[in-house]
Structures are given as structure tokens and as C-alpha cells.
């Protein structure tokens, strides 16, 4: 008699199960922090203990971080040699495996390419014969979605209901050539022609089901209906010993990804198209103090349940939940700031600037927390969106400065030069790069060498001589000129001399995108200009008075802040994200900005909201609420920009529905100060007393 598998240490009950339930199909209902990825990484390692080998187990996930996370993990419970052999992948790259291996059944060379969405994009244009990219944007949102459906450009053609649609339609037809004359796929592709590939496949189809033992989807909640069939597929075996091993790891009330595809359906359907379902609730959280549970649970609790769960803790009843009422944008950023600088006043150094996120619906909102931000010199990383200096106006100017300060750095030369476009062409440069390459010079040094003649002609090099002594004219002035003032006046002359504000009206087809592209240049010479002017530099965490410096200086300070952008997620700065790439994430002190009917739930003026788009708004508030570990504060605008409009703004739906005042362990603002007032006048009484006593003298003792 074999002797019973160790248990796992640190799981709770309701884990337990879920790791030992082997013989079935397994749903493990996991609200948010209740430890799923330690959940299916003790499962895993439950699986090696019953005798499978690592390559019979496959593990899919959404994101490239978490299955190295995951991977990571594994590692650390059965060893690097077993994990190493594990199939713990994304979706996708599962999908480039299956049809780099058996893509010829289906008409596909091994060596097909993988399209990005630029690539896609472009051959949209081409297919549609237009130059407009954002009427391909669209095409290509729509193909997407279609494709997530398990609909190709016949079946597309068939459920269309608009011109627009059926435009696009046609589209994809003409698409859909184009990639297999190319022997290329899309990023869709990778699901749908794995399972177009398994169903037409008979030996395809025996070879995969025989290779996987038993998979594992980790946010099963986030599968489209093509995801959910080529699973199907997949743990459908022939054998009846063997079908059905799986475990599904997901929650529905974190179900917030339906615009690109996503179905909660795939949950419904489970329990009927696999009648030995087990079903497995995950409720005790490991994140999340009471406060902060409680208004989530408040909050989903108006959305039908698929599963019921409610979630608890053992961490205290921690701080109340606090809402921030804030006059507008500009307010609301002003007062997010304060509460950080507030919070890393009163904990000391133990709390770190990336114990802070502020999280939003929209990308639009993170502009005034990153203007408030570099105000208070705080450094923050932006997720989910583009940061200020990932814009491409930013990174514009940016090069301009890196070349001021090394005039070796060829991709910042290559950029200067060509932003804006200076009548110096891809072969004139392309010329200049093989000289650089052929004599061992940086692409700056070589358009000065006497020997350049012999290999561009007169006006080429003409051009390049300008620009190269602009650019040392501008490097001398930067150099020499200090403090705000004259900083931004230097600055703004360099942007008249070489026409970046002409160079951004020209390029973009709408006047409002280019206004604000450069309200965001007027923004950044504002920044460099403060700094020149000696303000305080926070940049790393280090807070240090700095006297005034010049702008070449302040240039030299912009690599260390692209470097900080780059280092992921060791940084120590604050956390700007939407609510949709904050899922998965947690901190212990968040911010949940813009909590407005209009914001989140989000609604435009042309949109509908439906029953069903209420709903996965109401999952998205749940989402933003559980990501904080120890407070969270929820903020709330009186008056919004709507256009170039300040409109009145109504708090969210979602702010009553989390029942605040219902908390049986939060006191009433009201009572608080009247205690408060109570204790003040007693601390009063007191010292009144004391100094009464002190003006008779000492006593008889004394």
C-alpha cells in the first residue's frame, strides 16, 4: 500500500482540495489574493508526486510574466531539473508550438511568420487600399474580435449588421489572402489555427491529447470562446481513463476583459459540458485587511453570481476605507500627492514609493497625476498607458538633448536629424552610417571629416555641415545658460529655430492631437526649466537640494530618467495604472482616482449601458478595490473636464454600493469630532489645572 502524499505546508483547506482533486475536471473558483498561483503550483507538484512526468503537464496563462512567475515558482517546490521540462506557457506561445510542429496540415510552413500589430496594420491599409490608419485601427479591432468568436471573413460577412461592418468584411477577405501568400499569422491566429488545425486533424488532435496528462488554465475567467474550444480539445481524450484532466483557475467576479473577446460564458458552460465537474472555492484572502474586503464585497454583491463566494481575512479590520471629494483633474492629482507624501511622513522609511499606485479607468486620466507628480519631484512609472516620456514628442526632444551631452550617441543623432526633416534623406544617411562604420567613427564625428567628399556630394554634405553646427552652437548655449527663466527662453528659441510645433501640426491629420502633443512639449520645458532653477531632485528616491544648473546639466540627468523607466519593476517609484493592466497586481496603499458616473462605470455620450456592461464595470471597481493591501483611499470629482468643458460630475453608483457608512467598526464622522472636541477640552482642563497648581508653589513637600 502506497503511503499518503505529504501535505503541502501552508495550505488552507479549500486549497488542499483543489491540489489533490486529480482524477477530474477541477474548477477552483479563486477570488482575488486568495493564493491561486500557489494553488497550481502545488497541484503541479502533486501531479510529479502521482507519478507524471514534467513534459505530460501543461500549465497556460495570459502573460509572458506570469508564466515565468509561475515557472519560477514550480522551480522552487520540485526543483530547476523538473521544472525545466514543464509546458508552462501562454496561450499563444502553446499555439506557436502546436503549428510549428504540425502547421503543414493545414497549409502552413514550419518558418511562417508572426505579424505584430504595425505589420498588421500596414497590410491593412494595403488590403482596404487606404492611406487612413485609423480607419485600419478599426479593421483591425473588428478582425480581432471576429477572430476571438472563432469567425473567419465568411462567417464575419454572414453576422454583419452595419456598412462599416460589412466594409470590414470584405476586408478581412482580401486579408486573410495576403497572410497565407505570405505564409504569415497574426497574433489571433495563434488560437484560432491550433483549433482549426486539432479539428480537422485526426492524428494531430490523438498527438496532443497523448502528450498532456492534465492541463492547467490559470485566469480561466479571461478565455475567449476560441480559447475555450481548443481547451476542450485538448483534455478531451478518447480514453475515458484519461479525458477530462484539467483544473481551471479563475473568477467571475474578475471577468473584465469582454471588449477584446472574453466570455464569463466559458464558465457557465463548464459545469454542463463536463458533468464531473468539481467546483472549489477559494474565500480567504491573503492580501486585503476587513475594510477594504468588506466595500468589495459590498460592491460585487449587486452582480448575479456564477459562483457564489465572499471573501474574508485574518489581517485586522485595518483602516477605514477613505473617500476623497475633489474639486476637478487638477485637485483630485494635487490631493493623491499629498496622500503619499502624507503616508511616507507618518511611516518613515519604511514605506517606499512603490508601496503607491494610483489606479483609473481611462489613460487619458493619468496626465494631471504625472504633472503633479514632477511637480513634487516624486518619480512614478506609468502602466498600462504611455508615459510622458515614452511619447513620441518626448522621446523627440529627449534625443536632441542626449546628443548635446555625447555627441557619439548615433540612434540620438539619427533621430535629431530627422525630427524634423531637414532635407537630409535615408540615403544620404545610410552613406554617412558606412563611412562612420569604415573609419570607426560615431555618425556626429564623421560628417565633419575632410574626407566625407569623396562619397556624398557637395549639397549632402553641405546639409550635414549645418546641422552639425547648430547642433554645437546649441550644445555651447546650453552649456552657459542657468537658472528657470533663461532656461526656458533658450529652450523655446531651439523649438522656433528647427519648427517642432509646424513639424507636429504637419504630421498629425486632427488639430486637437496636435495641440496636444504640444501642450505636452510646452510641459517638458516647463520640467527642464524648474530643474535649471534649482529645484529639488528626487530622482531614484534620493532627495537632494540642488543649487541652479545649466540646461546641459539638467540634459544629463534625462538618461538616468529614462534608465529608471527601464528598470522594471525593481524601481522604487510610484505606480500610475489603468484598472485593466493593474489586474493581477497589488499594493498596499492605492488610490482609486476618477470614481464618477461617465469614468468607471465609463459610459460616452453614444454608448448604451447595458445590463451586461454594468456589470463587468462593477467587476472592474472590484478589481481596483482589491488591489490594496493596507488602505485605500477612493476619489471622487465635483466638476470633470468633458472637451474643453467643466462639466458637473456625479460620484459613481459604485461609491454607495460600497456601503461606507455601513461599517460596524467605523465611527461616525460626527461622533469623531464630537470626541474629539471632548478630548481637546479635557487635554485643556488639564493643562489649565497644571499651570493654576504651578502659579501657587509648592506645597508642603515641597
Avoid at 232 to 255: E, I, N, Y
Avoid at 338 to 351: D, K, L, V
Avoid at 395 to 408: E, F, G, P, S, T
Avoid at 624 to 630: E, P, S
Amino acid at each position: 500500500m502506497s503511503a499518503a502524499p505529504a501535505q503541502p505546508v501552508g495550505l488552507n483547506p479549500a486549497q488542499l482540495q483543489a491540489v489533490h482533486h486529480l482524477d477530474g475536471p477541477c474548477l477552483v473558483v479563486a477570488g482575488a489574493g486568495s493564493g491561486k498561483t500557489r494553488v497550481i503550483t502545488h497541484k503541479i507538484a502533486r501531479l510529479l508526486q502521482a507519478g507524471l512526468q514534467p513534459t505530460q503537464i501543461a500549465a497556460i496563462t495570459f502573460t509572458n510574466k506570469a508564466a515565468q512567475e509561475m515557472r519560477e515558482r514550480t522551480k522552487a517546490l520540485v526543483g530547476p531539473r523538473a521544472a525545466g521540462t514543464l509546458v508552462i506557457s501562454t496561450f499563444h506561445s502553446l499555439g506557436v508550438r502546436v503549428l510549428r510542429e504540425d502547421g503543414p496540415a493545414i497549409g502552413l510552413k514550419p518558418e511562417f511568420s508572426i505579424l505584430d500589430s504595425d505589420d498588421v496594420a500596414s497590410l491593412l491599409r494595403d488590403a482596404g487600399a487606404t492611406s487612413d490608419a485609423k480607419l485600419a485601427r478599426q479593421w483591425q479591432w473588428a478582425i480581432s474580435l471576429w477572430k476571438n468568436q472563432g469567425l473567419d471573413s465568411d462567417g464575419a460577412a454572414a453576422a454583419c449588421q452595419t456598412d462599416h461592418e460589412r466594409v470590414a468584411a470584405r476586408v478581412m477577405k482580401r486579408y486573410e489572402e495576403r497572410l497565407q501568400a505570405y505564409q504569415a499569422v497574426d497574433f489571433d491566429d495563434l488560437i484560432g489555427l491550433p483549433l482549426k488545425l486539432l479539428q480537422r486533424d485526426e492524428a494531430a488532435r490523438l498527438k496532443w491529447q497523448d502528450r498532456f496528462h492534465h492541463v492547467l488554465v490559470d485566469e480561466y475567467q479571461d478565455t475567449n470562446a476560441v480559447q475555450y474550444e481548443l481547451m476542450k480539445l485538448l483534455v478531451s481524450h478518447p480514453d475515458p481513463r484519461r479525458t477530462d484532466r484539467f483544473t481551471a483557475v479563475g473568477d467571475d467576479d474578475q471577468s473584465i476583459y469582454g471588449w477584446r473577446g472574453a466570455t464569463i460564458d466559458n464558465l457557465k458552460r463548464l459545469p454542463k459540458d463536463f458533468p464531473r465537474l468539481r467546483v472549489i472555492a477559494l474565500e480567504q484572502n491573503y492580501r486585503s485587511t476587513g475594510n477594504i474586503l468588506r466595500a468589495a464585497n459590498h460592491v460585487i454583491a449587486a452582480n448575479p453570481k456564477v459562483f457564489e463566494k465572499k471573501l474574508w481575512s485574518e489581517l485586522g479590520e485595518g483602516e477605514p476605507v477613505r473617500l476623497l471629494e475633489c474639486d476637478g483633474e487638477e485637485h483630485e492629482a494635487e490631493r493623491a500627492v499629498a496622500f503619499i507624501q502624507a503616508m511616507r511622513g507618518n511611516g518613515g522609511p519604511s514605506i517606499k514609493l512603490s508601496d503607491f499606485a494610483v489606479l483609473y479607468r481611462a489613460n487619458h486620466q493619468a496626465r494631471a497625476f504625472e504633472q503633479k507628480l514632477r511637480a513634487a519631484q516624486i518619480p512614478y512609472k506609468v502602466s498600462g498607458g504611455q508615459s510622458f516620456f515614452d511619447k513620441a514628442e518626448i522621446k523627440d526632444l529627449c534625443a536632441w538633448l542626449r546628443l548635446l551631452v555625447n555627441q557619439d550617441d548615433d540612434p540620438a543623432f539619427l533621430r535629431a536629424i530627422t525630427t524634423p526633416k531637414r532635407g537630409i534623406g535615408h540615403q544620404t544617411l545610410g552613406k554617412l552610417g558606412e563611412f562612420g562604420a569604415q573609419w570607426k567613427k560615431s555618425l556626429f564625428e564623421s560628417l565633419f571629416a575632410p574626407s566625407l567628399g569623396a562619397v556624398l556630394s557637395t549639397k549632402a554634405v553641405g546639409s550635414l555641415h549645418e546641422f552639425g553646427r547648430f547642433v554645437n552652437e546649441l550644445s555651447y548655449k546650453a552649456g552657459q545658460t542657468c537658472g528657470a527663466d533663461d532656461a526656458k527662453a533658450l529652450l523655446m528659441e531651439w523649438l522656433r529655430e528647427i519648427g517642432y510645433e509646424q513639424h507636429l501640426f504637419d504630421s498629425e491629420d486632427h488639430e486637437k492631437l496636435a495641440a496636444a502633443r504640444w501642450a505636452n512639449v510646452l510641459d517638458f520645458v516647463d520640467w527642464i526649466s524648474r530643474r535649471c532653477g534649482g529645484e529639488i531632485d528626487n530622482l531614484g528616491g534620493m532627495s537632494t537640494e540642488t543649487p541652479k544648473r545649466s540646461v546641459l546639466e539638467v540634459a544629463q540627468t534625462i538618461s538616468v530618467i529614462i534608465s529608471l523607466a527601464e528598470r522594471g519593476d525593481e524601481q522604487d517609484v510610484v505606480t500610475l495604472s489603468t484598472l485593466h493592466a493593474a489586474k493581477g497586481l497589488e499594493w498596499p496603499h492605492v488610490v482609486l482616482a476618477g470614481v464618477n458616473e461617465g469614468l468607471l462605470p465609463f459610459k460616452s455620450e453614444d454608448d448604451e449601458m447595458t445590463p451586461q456592461r454594468l456589470e463587468e464595470e462593477r467587476r472592474l471597481m472590484y478589481v481596483g478595490i482589491t488591489r490594496a493591501r493596507q488602505t485605500l483611499a477612493v476619489s471622487t470629482l465635483r466638476r470633470r473636464k468633458r472637451g474643453r468643458e467643466m462639466v458637473l460630475a456625479i460620484p459613481s453608483r459604485f461609491i454607495l454600493e460600497m456601503k461606507l457608512n455601513d461599517n460596524p467598526h467605523r465611527e461616525d464622522p460626527r461622533e469623531k469630532l464630537r470626541r474629539m472636541r471632548q478630548e481637546l477640552a479635557a487635554k485643556s482642563a488639564a493643562f489649565a489645572a497644571q499651570a493654576a497648581a504651578a502659579a501657587k508653589g509648592p506645597g508642603p513637600g515641597g
